[in-house]
Nanobody, 123 residues
Framework: QVQLVESGGGLVQAGGSLRLSCAAS????????MGWFRQAPGKEREYVAT????????LYKDSVKGRFTISRDNDKNTVTLQMNNLKPEDMAVYYC????????????????WGQGTQVTVSS
């Protein structure tokens, strides 16, 4: 019912930047909190960042604080993740996801998921 499509992944050198985007379908985008998650090879998927339904609150995994910025545009049904000073440990498939409600950092509460976009960081 709600479809999410990520874009913007690619190859970047350590210390570089990438901007990921997620386009959402439907008319109820503004009623969902939005999150970014990532999964590295051989590891479980982990929470990266979330933004409240109205964009007023932003939360981040400790390791990306000060480097990543999540934002959303409810008029355009998009959410972005600006990633600066990328490190090799940031290399993963990044997923955007939507959770009903105002704000959530719990993966189990996210109902809709995108297909993922690959972020590769070289050293």
């Amino acid at each position: 019912q709600v479809q999410l499509v990520e874009s913007g992944g690619g190859l970047v050198q350590a210390g570089g930047s990438l901007r990921l985007s997620c386009a959402a379908s439907g008319r109820t985008f503004s009623t969902y909190s939005m999150g970014w998650f990532r999964q590295a090879p051989g590891k479980e998927r982990e929470y990266v960042a979330t933004i409240s339904d109205n964009g007023a609150t932003r939360l981040y995994k400790d390791s990306v604080k000060g480097r990543f910025t999540i934002s959303r545009d409810n008029d355009k049904n998009t959410v972005t993740l600006q990633m600066n000073n990328l490190k090799p440990e940031d290399m993963a498939v990044y997923y955007c996801a939507a959770a009903p409600g105002s704000l959530s950092t719990e993966e189990r509460l996210y109902t809709y998921w995108g297909q993922g976009t690959q972020v590769t960081v070289s050293s």
